[in-house]
C-alpha cells in the first residue's frame, strides 16, 4: 500500500514537472518570428513545422511576410464553435488542441475530408495569413472578405495537390465564379460555402499568386463599404 502511495505520488509529481514549463514557457520555432505555448511538445513541434512551411508559401505568393513576433497558444477550450481565432492588432492566435479540433469539427465542412494532422496544420497557417494581413491597408471599416479570401486560399495551397483536388471537387463549382459571390454575407452565413468560392475563383485566375498579390497591394477590392 506504502509503496503505491509513494510512486503514485511521485509519478503525479513528475507529470507536473514536466509539463510546467512547456506551460509557462513558450517555444521560440526556428528561424521564426512565431512563438508556441503547448502543453505538449509534439503538437508544439507541430506548429512549428506548420508555421514554417507558412511563412515560405506567403513568401512565394505576395502575401506580406510577418514581420513581428506572432504568439501561439494551444488552448483546451474557446469561443463557441471556433476551433482557433486571431486576435487582430494583438499578434496573438489561439487554437484548440488537435483532439478538441476533432471533437468541433463541422462534419459537413469544407474541410472535413482531411486528416487530422492535415486539418490542424492548415488551420495554423490560415491563422497565420490573418496575423500577415494586418499590414494590408484596408479603405473600407472592414476588409473581412479580403482578409478570409486569402487565409482560405493559403489554407487550401498548403494541402497536397491530392487534398487540393478533393477540396476542388467537394466544391462542386463547375462553373465561373464571380467575385460577386464572395461577400461578407456569404462568408458570415456560410463560411464554407465562402472557402470553396474563394479556392475554385482563384484556380479561375491565369496567375494566382498574382491575384493574390493585387489583393494584398490593394489593387483588387472584395469588400465595399455598407452604408
Ligand atoms: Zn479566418
Request: hydrophobic content about 40%; aromatic content about 8%; proline content about 5%.
Amino acid at each position: 500500500m506504502g509503496n503505491t502511495g509513494r510512486r503514485a505520488a511521485a509519478t503525479l509529481l513528475c507529470s507536473v514537472l514536466s509539463a510546467a514549463p512547456l506551460r509557462s514557457e513558450p517555444m521560440v520555432c526556428p528561424d521564426s518570428v512565431v512563438s508556441v505555448t503547448s502543453g505538449s511538445s509534439h503538437v508544439a513541434e507541430t506548429v512549428c513545422e506548420a508555421a514554417a512551411f507558412a511563412e515560405e508559401m506567403f513568401g512565394q505568393c505576395n502575401v506580406p511576410s510577418l514581420d513581428r513576433p506572432v504568439a501561439i497558444h494551444v488552448v483546451e477550450d474557446l469561443l463557441d464553435g471556433c476551433v482557433a481565432l486571431y486576435h487582430c492588432g494583438n499578434d496573438k492566435i489561439e487554437v484548440l488542441t488537435p483532439g478538441k479540433v476533432d471533437e468541433r469539427r463541422d462534419p459537413d465542412g469544407a474541410f472535413s475530408f482531411l486528416p487530422s494532422k492535415d486539418y490542424f496544420r492548415s488551420i495554423i497557417v490560415h491563422e497565420l495569413s490573418h496575423a500577415a494581413f494586418d499590414s494590408v491597408p484596408c479603405p473600407f471599416s472592414s476588409c473581412a472578405a479580403a482578409n478570409e479570401y486569402v487565409a482560405y486560399s493559403m489554407q487550401v495551397m498548403s494541402l497536397s495537390e491530392e487534398e487540393q483536388r478533393t477540396f476542388a471537387a467537394r466544391a462542386d463549382l463547375d462553373r465561373k465564379v464571380s467575385r460577386d459571390e464572395l461577400s461578407k454575407m456569404i462568408l458570415y452565413f456560410a463560411p464554407h460555402r465562402f472557402a470553396q468560392r474563394a479556392w475554385t475563383h482563384l484556380q479561375q485566375r491565369d496567375d494566382p499568386c498574382a491575384f493574390i498579390g493585387q489583393i494584398t497591394d490593394g489593387t483588387v477590392l472584395l469588400d465595399r463599404e455598407h452604408f
